[in-house]
Every structure is written in structure tokens, then in C-alpha cells.
């Protein structure tokens, strides 16, 4: 199939050819074939009318718990531990593999309409996140979380594995599968060493939270001599690749350094760190060493929703307040972490710029707003007064998900409704616990 957006201000985010308006697109089998100031040559099978919009990549969400969206707005304004163990465990116990189906796809539909076009999930019955994924056209890296402290977790990793070896490279390629052991503190050191074992042998990732919080540091100083990432830097965990390890918040130089010499995808989570109070993850300081940075929302639970857009905008106010001045993550660089950034950290080398050869996975943004006119300077645009609801058309490996606000692949009233009618027995305790 050959496509043509037209007409666009077309923002690359590639280096050597930043923005170009007005520019034109081809998309050739999936992949972006030419990028070109004039009118390129057919004939197309479909031509897409990109004026008076901004063509732009499509946004990464690099760290989400997607069928936490059954639980938003459940458990607000708690600290992280006494949420984890008071709140939103026991009542995940409670969701079955059908609710992680609906729920995934009503987040999913939330990011395909909000530009999303790739996330990295960590969560249960990661099968049925998975058919979700492969339902309604979205990219995903998806990963099964693992417990320790769970009687099933030997089980559990077993599952994590063989789900690996069925689901890695389906629907595609738009799937790909990491192990997600669930944080250090949570997992044993020696189940740790079977998941580094298990992704090795499979050739896959690991998606683990690192960091997050002082007493998360604080407790494995206690237990283990090391902070988290010293003492995962000891395991050896940071060999594997790639390793995408959420948050990264608490961190001294030494252990930037090694974050950064290890190429270890970090995602950081500023909403969600923010309503939290865990605190600043040191972005900039991350960014001069060349780490691997990207964006998250982290869960519904913990977030609210998963705006990626709203992300980037978060991350460039909160580091200019937290340091005291206004030059630090400028929106390039905000809007670079939100698409190109957050790519890199999950591994996926050929997404997040428009650029000939990468994936077509694009977002064309509606201009024509008030709150975006006039038209001073297109990337601040789109970082510091774009919405989600801004955004018209998305694609994904070069087909069409998102048209005209309308999404192309999923009954978004019918998800809404099962999710509500779902979410409300969950709550009411009329649901068994699964575990």
C-alpha cells in the first residue's frame, strides 16, 4: 500500500531536517518511503489532507500499567506503599483476565486518541493485554508482572516465558515481549537471577521499577548493603538488553553513570512521581550523561489518565521550577523524550523520528484551535498548548487507527460500558479473588 500525507507542517525529529512546512509524506508497506517539500509523484492509494495540521511521530508511552484503568480515581492522594498494599493489590486480586481485556482496551483507546502509538505495559494476564493489543492496531512492549512474595511466582515466570515464546513478534511485529520482574524490593534475588536467566535464553528485555521512592532506597541500603541500582549494577541485571527500568528517581551520580555506560532505558514519570510526592527524577543530569530517557504515565491508578502529551509538558515545567531555571528541558527536548527518547529506551531502534526506512507510526495534530494560534514556534506549540484532544488522525505501521477522532478498530461506547459495569462490581466485592 502506498499513502501520501500532504500539506503538512511536518516535525521530523530528525536532526537533519527538524521541521518542514509544508511537506509531504509517503508511506510505503508500513514504512516511510520519502519526505519532500514538493509534491511527490503517484499514484497512492490513499491521500491524506495534513493542512493546517502538524505531522509529527507518534507518541511513546515507555511505562504503563494499561488496565489500571478499571481503578481510576479508586485510591487517590496516598503515599506509594500503604496505596500498593492497602489499596491496589488486594483489589487486583479481585480483577479477572476478562477485566484485564476490557481495561486494556479502554486504555489503549485513551492513547490511540491521545497520539499514542506505542506503550510499554506491565501488568497481569498479560495474554489478554495482549489480544487487546492485537485488536485494536496499537504497538506495544508488553511484559507479565512477577511477584516474589506470591505463592505462584515460580508459576507465574513460567507463564512470562512461554507467553513470550507465543506473543514475541505477533500481529505483525507490533508486539513485543519483555519479563517484568516487579521491582527489587518485591522480587527475591534469586528469582531475579531466574528472570535474567529466562531472558537471556528467550532474547527478550526486562521492564522493572528502580528507584521510585527514599524508602525504597532506604530498604535495600537496610537489606542488602546496596541501593537498588548498585545493588542490580551487582546482579548483573543491567546486562541484559535492553532493561527498561521505570522511574529512576533516587539516584546519585555514580549511579547515573552506570545507568548511562549500561544503556539502560529509563522512564521517566513526572505526573505520576508528582501525585506520589516521590519525588524529582534528575532528567537533565541523565540527558548531559546521554542516558536513554523516554516518557510514561505510569497507571490510571497512580496518573489519572494517559496523556503523553500532557507528560512532555510536565517534564519541561517541573525540572525548570525543581532547578530554578527556565532553560532546562526545553520543548525540543520534551517533545524528543515523548517520542524519539521514549523509543530508544524501549529498544526499538526504527521508531520515533520521520525519517525514511522507520516505521510509519504518525500523528497528525489539529492546529486550527484557539489555544494553538497564532503560530510562533510549532514544537512549543505542541509541548506547552497541545492537547490530547487535538489530535485527528493516527497511524501505526502505516495503517490508519485514528480518522477524524473516530477510532477504526475498537467500539469505544461498547468498552466504556464494560469497563463501568466492570469496574463497579470489582469495587463492591462481587468479583472472587483470582490469587
Known amino acids: 500500500m502506498r499513502l501520501l500525507i500532504r500539506d503538512a507542517h511536518v516535525v521530523t525529529l530528525d536532526p537533519a531536517l527538524p521541521v518542514l512546512t509544508p511537506g509531504y509524506v509517503v508511506v510505503e508497506d508500513g514504512r516511510i518511503a520519502a519526505i519532500t517539500a514538493d509534491l511527490p509523484a503517484g499514484p497512492f492509494d490513499e491521500t491524506i489532507d495534513g ?9 511513546v508511552n515507555a511505562h504503563t500499567h494499561a ?6 480515581g479508586y485510591a487517590d492522594d496516598m503515599e506509594l506503599m500503604p496505596w500498593l498494599q492497602e489499596k491496589i493489590w488486594p483489589i487486583e486480586a479481585c480483577i479477572s483476565d476478562d477485566d484485564v481485556y476490557w481495561g486494556s482496551l479502554l486504555g489503549i483507546a485513551e492513547m490511540l486518541l491521545g497520539g499514542v502509538t506505542t506503550f510499554c505495559d506491565m501488568y497481569y494476564a498479560f495474554e489478554r493485554t495482549a489480544e487487546a493489543c492485537r485488536d485494536s492496531g496499537i504497538r506495544a512492549v508488553l511484559s507479565g508482572v ?8 515460580a508459576e507465574d515466570l513460567r507463564r512470562a516465558c512461554e507467553f513470550a515464546r507465543q506473543w514475541h513478534g505477533q500481529a505483525g511485529g507490533r508486539i513485543q515481549v519483555m519479563l517484568g520482574p516487579h521491582a527489587p524490593y518485591t522480587c527475591p534475588d534469586p528469582l531475579l537471577r531466574e528472570v535474567m536467566a529466562g531472558a537471556r535464553e528467550l532474547g527478550i528485555g526486562l521492564h522493572i521499577h528502580v528507584a521510585e521512592t527514599v524508602a525504597e532506597v532506604t530498604g535495600s541500603e537496610q537489606s542488602t548493603g546496596l541501593t537498588p541500582v548498585l545493588h542490580l549494577e551487582r546482579l548483573g541485571l543491567f546486562e541484559v538488553h535492553p532493561v527498561l527500568a521505570a522511574h529512576c528517581v533516587h ?4 549511579e547515573m553513570d552506570i545507568l548511562a555506560r549500561r544503556r539502560v532505558g529509563i522512564a521517566h514519570c513526572p505526573g505520576s512521581n508528582m501525585k506520589l510526592a516521590s519525588g524529582v527524577a534528575p532528567v537533565p543530569e541523565l540527558l548531559k550523561r546521554e542516558a536513554l530517557v523516554g516518557l510514561g504515565t505510569d497507571g490510571c491508578a497512580s496518573n489519572n489518565n494517559l496523556d503523553v502529551l500532557e507528560e512532555a509538558r510536565l517534564a519541561a515545567l517541573l525540572h525548570k521550577v525543581h532547578l530554578g531555571s527556565p532553560t532546562v528541558v ?6 524528543w523524550l515523548a517520542t524519539r527518547g521514549g523509543a530508544l529506551a524501549l529498544g526499538l531502534d526504527d521508531l ?8 510509519a507510526d504518525l500523528v497528525l495534530v489539529d492546529l486550527q484551535q484557539p489555544h494553538l494560534v497564532p503560530l510562533h514556534h510549532l514544537v512549543s506549540h505542541l509541548v506547552y498548548a497541545a ?3 487535538d489530535v485527528r488522525t493516527v497511524l501505526v505501521d502505516g495503517q490508519v487507527v485514528v480518522r477524524d477522532r ?8 461498547r468498552v466504556m460500558a464494560e469497563c463501568s459495569r466492570r469496574a463497579q462490581e470489582i469495587v463492591e466485592g462481587k468479583r472472587p479473588k483470582r490469587r
Not at 146 to 153: E, I, N, Y
Not at 251 to 254: A, D, F, I, Y
Not at 352 to 359: A, E, K, L, M, Y
Not at 406 to 413: A, E, G, M, N
Open 251 to 254: 539516584l546519585s551520580p555514580e
Open 406 to 413: 473516530q477510532l477504526c478498530c475498537v467500539d469505544l461506547p
Open 387 to 389: 492537547r490530547a484532544g
Open 51 to 59: 493542512s493546517g495540521q502538524a505531522l509529527m511521530p507518534g507518541l
Open 352 to 359: 520515533g523520528q520521520i525519517t525514511p526506512g522507520f516505521r
Open 67 to 72: 488496565a489500571m484503568t478499571l481503578l481510576r
Open 330 to 335: 526545553p520543548a525540543d527536548t520534551a517533545l
Open 146 to 153: 512477577l511477584l516474589g512474595f506470591l505463592d505462584s511466582a
